[in-house]
């Protein structure tokens, strides 16, 4: 890990967010305990979400890199990251609740994705293809060229998706497929969903259900 | 035999459609068919390469399979050969996306149905395998595996193999081959290509140019510095790594910076350091005009950095590799063929 570089980054972050209304701060885990529980009622006490076949699925935040998790929580607020249910809550949030919130989650121990266990072995093989090598002649690059090896995440701009949620990873593809989802930079996440068909989001979302997350910020 | 396997030339009529529906395409499709392919010039040879998957389903020796599948592996995670044959942090795929196949991001194919031929960078007639060499001096910062060994044979073997069904020696230009640059409407400006830099590189390579390890495994490549591949290398031509950069990246989306953005980044990146050329001669005016018509005058090595006098690859440091001196560079090829 390069420190300093992403000390660098986070303060250009840190602007970025400041010129858009917020403040990139340090959270405190203790103190975010207690701000969640405004957010255990989806989340779980666990931080582990909770997959739904066919209702809108809660995205496990444990193990979560902490800035990931306050950007969206402040890209909710801004209206920059669209979702009736989370702008409420999000809303109830200071900037120092959620930097202590994002804080607490990323230290939880990651639970396991749910939703992939009855995806055929077809479905599974496209969804590894997809995930470690891409589909180059539809331009799918691979999931693992950005969110790093096994899916894992990439410092705070590109989150884990390995032992995500199958409802809630396809939910979001097709978010981004469908632009009411683009609070990612540069557009990097929505030029590829927009390429992907229904089943190759079927696939990757069952692909990475099935798959370790990465271990928490309190493990490593 | 798999209907992947196949080479088109294609006929268009140029006129019939508009580049603007040329690029939406291409980006949905990097091998659309024909009648889809705006963006293609009249009368070029087209060729898909088969997948990993044609691999598995075609007719060819399980052993030979065994071969394809470890240069693949090569190719794509160069990084298991770190130390002894790389020495930055490079893949083969970090420069060639897409595994090789993909037009416009030098599809290494092309190496395949073309070569031997005589390349001026060396000034002679090289093979296949001496030019993945040359990608091993320069590129990978490191020095090759020898002629004839398994690790030459095996990425011989896949450049080989995603050529199936193109012609040798074509008569006709290759479609995407290489990294072509687009128009340049200014001279290129380093403030400019800085500042374009930080707005749409830095998240993934970093401000300083170093590339990002998640845990130790490699994710964005490195374009400068003791990570990235040497002064040497083609992609430090600034019209190269423009190529590169407006046919490829952001990662994703091809052709979405202008061409002037393009320049300006690649003008930028390749007036940052990088380990020493292994050409070297131990001065660098004296590299810079010993390779100059053949490489260099289309480099900035050994010219001044304006904003700081900082003189291109006036240094000893040849990275990781230390005093490893690539054994292909420089070694002399038909000295027993008289004048003509």
């Given at each position: 890990m390069k420190t300093s570089m992403w000390g660098r980054l986070s303060l250009l972050m840190g602007a970025c967010l400041m010129a858009s209304g917020s403040i990139a701060q340090e959270g405190d885990a203790e103190r975010g305990e207690a701000a969640s529980a405004t957010c255990v009622a989806c989340h779980q006490a666990n931080g582990g979400g909770m997959n739904i076949p066919g209702g809108e699925s809660w995205p496990r935040l444990a193990g979560l890199n902490a800035n990931y998790i306050a950007k969206q929580l402040h890209d909710f607020k801004a209206g920059d990251r669209q979702n009736a249910t989370m702008v409420t809550f999000a809303n109830m949030l200071d900037d120092q609740q959620i930097a202590d919130v994002a804080s607490y989650y990323s230290q939880l121990p990651a639970t396991p994705g749910q939703g992939g266990d009855n995806a055929d072995e077809a479905l599974l093989a496209r969804g590894q293809q997809l995930a470690e090598r891409g589909d180059w002649n539809a331009y799918i690059v691979s999931c693992q060229s950005c969110h790093g090896p096994g899916g894992q995440g990439v410092g705070e701009t590109f989150p884990g998706i390995a032992g995500q949620h199958a409802g809630y990873i396809s939910a979001q593809l097709n978010a981004w497929k469908s632009d009411t989802r683009s609070n990612d930079p540069q557009n990097l996440m929505g030029a590829i969903a927009k390429r992907m068909s229904e089943e190759d989001i079927q696939a990757v979302s069952a692909w990475y259900a099935t798959q370790p997350a990465a271990e928490g910020e309190a493990t490593q | 035999m798999s209907n992947y396997h196949r080479y088109i030339v294609?006929?268009?009529?140029?006129?019939?459609?508009?580049?603007?529906?040329?690029?939406?395409?291409?980006?949905?499709?990097?091998?659309?068919?024909?009648?889809?392919?705006?963006?293609?010039?009249?009368?070029?040879?087209?060729?898909?390469?088969?997948?990993?998957?044609?691999?598995?389903?075609?007719?060819?020796?399980?052993?030979?399979?065994?071969?394809?599948?470890?240069?693949?592996?090569?190719?794509?995670?160069?990084?298991?050969?770190?130390?002894?044959?790389?020495?930055?942090?490079?893949?083969?795929?970090?420069?060639?996306?897409?595994?090789?196949?993909?037009?416009?991001?030098?599809?290494?194919?092309?190496?395949?149905?073309?070569?031997?031929?005589?390349?001026?960078?060396?000034?002679?007639?090289?093979?296949?395998?001496?030019?993945?060499?040359?990608?091993?001096?320069?590129?990978?910062?490191?020095?090759?595996?020898?002629?004839?060994?398994?690790?030459?044979?095996?990425?011989?073997?896949?450049?080989?193999?995603?050529?199936?069904?193109?012609?040798?020696?074509?008569?006709?230009?290759?479609?995407?081959?290489?990294?072509?640059?687009?128009?340049?409407?200014?001279?290129?400006?380093?403030?400019?290509?800085?500042?374009?830099?930080?707005?749409?590189?830095?998240?993934?390579?970093?401000?300083?140019?170093?590339?990002?390890?998640?845990?130790?495994?490699?994710?964005?490549?490195?374009?400068?510095?003791?990570?990235?591949?040497?002064?040497?290398?083609?992609?430090?031509?600034?019209?190269?790594?423009?190529?590169?950069?407006?046919?490829?990246?952001?990662?994703?989306?091809?052709?979405?910076?202008?061409?002037?953005?393009?320049?300006?980044?690649?003008?930028?990146?390749?007036?940052?350091?990088?380990?020493?050329?292994?050409?070297?001669?131990?001065?660098?005016?004296?590299?810079?005009?010993?390779?100059?018509?053949?490489?260099?005058?289309?480099?900035?090595?050994?010219?001044?950095?304006?904003?700081?006098?900082?003189?291109?690859?006036?240094?000893?440091?040849?990275?990781?590799?230390?005093?490893?001196?690539p054994w292909n560079v420089g070694m002399p090829r038909f000295e027993n063929l008289s004048e003509e």
């Open positions: - | 294609i006929a268009l009529s140029s006129s019939a459609l508009a580049v603007g529906t040329g690029l939406s395409l291409y980006a949905a499709n990097a091998f659309a068919q024909q009648e889809e392919r705006a963006d293609a010039a009249l009368n070029q040879l087209v060729h898909e390469p088969p997948t990993m998957e044609d691999l598995e389903d075609s007719d060819l020796h399980p052993e030979l399979k065994k071969v394809i599948r470890y240069g693949y592996d090569l190719f794509t995670n160069t990084q298991q050969l770190r130390g002894e044959y790389v020495f930055n942090d490079m893949n083969c795929s970090s420069c060639h996306l897409g595994e090789g196949r993909v037009p416009f991001s030098a599809p290494v194919w092309a190496a395949a149905i073309t070569l031997p031929d005589f390349r001026g960078k060396n000034q002679h007639v090289n093979n296949l395998e001496e030019r993945i060499a040359g990608c091993f001096a320069y590129s990978m910062n490191g020095t090759p595996p020898e002629y004839g060994s398994d690790e030459m044979l095996a990425l011989s073997a896949y450049h080989q193999w995603l050529a199936t069904g193109a012609p040798m020696y074509p008569d006709k230009p290759i479609y995407g081959r290489g990294f072509p640059a687009p128009e340049q409407p200014e001279t290129p400006s380093y403030a400019r290509g800085e500042a374009a830099y930080q707005e749409n590189c830095a998240i993934c390579h970093q401000e300083d140019g170093s590339g990002h390890y998640e845990n130790g495994e490699y994710v964005f490549p490195a374009p400068w510095g003791d990570g990235s591949n040497n002064w040497g290398a083609g992609i430090a031509r600034v019209e190269t790594m423009a190529g590169f950069i407006y046919q490829n990246m952001p990662l994703g989306q091809p052709r979405s910076l202008t061409g002037q953005q393009a320049w300006d980044i690649a003008y930028y990146i390749n007036s940052q350091e990088r380990p020493q050329d292994p050409r070297y001669t131990g001065d660098v005016a004296e590299t810079a005009e010993r390779f100059g018509p053949t490489f260099h005058n289309r480099s900035l090595y050994g010219q001044t950095r304006e904003h700081d006098g900082h003189v291109l690859g006036d240094h000893a440091n040849f990275g990781e590799k230390g005093d490893i001196q």
